[in-house]
Nanobody, 114 residues
Framework: VQLVESGGGLVQAGESLRLSCAVSGTLFAINTWGWYRQAPGKQRESVAQITGGGRTTYADSVKGRFTITRDIAKNTVYLQMNSLKPEDTAVYYC?????????WGQGTQVTVSS
């Protein structure tokens, strides 16, 4: 199983980014996938999930600003992040939900300047 995150970068507060997570080596469509993030000095936290049926859930801190989607044909999960805030600065990872220790990738750094 391989998960490769991409799309991070340095942006100013209020701007947008779209993260991608390409998944290979496992049954993509039937699983629940999630985006997670870890800020410096903090524990990793769940940001958003999307089920095999397409149902989505979000952390309160990102609700209304972030949108998780998936493209089954491409085995890819996306995280559209709008109205970014400095507190969104973190390394973002994708994984199954609940997460599997074997699936953590390198993540992608998102830095939001004020």
């Amino acid at each position: 199983v391989q998960l490769v995150e991409s799309g991070g970068g340095l942006v100013q507060a209020g701007e947008s980014l779209r993260l991608s997570c390409a998944v290979s080596g496992t049954l993509f469509a039937i699983n629940t996938w999630g985006w997670y993030r870890q800020a410096p000095g903090k524990q990793r936290e769940s940001v958003a999930q999307i089920t095999g049926g397409g149902r989505t859930t979000y952390a309160d801190s990102v609700k209304g600003r972030f949108t998780i989607t998936r493209d089954i044909a491409k085995n890819t999960v996306y995280l559209q992040m709008n109205s970014l805030k400095p507190e969104d600065t973190a390394v973002y990872y994708c994984n199954k939900s609940p997460p599997s220790s074997a699936y953590w990738g390198q993540g992608t750094q998102v830095t939001v300047s004020s």
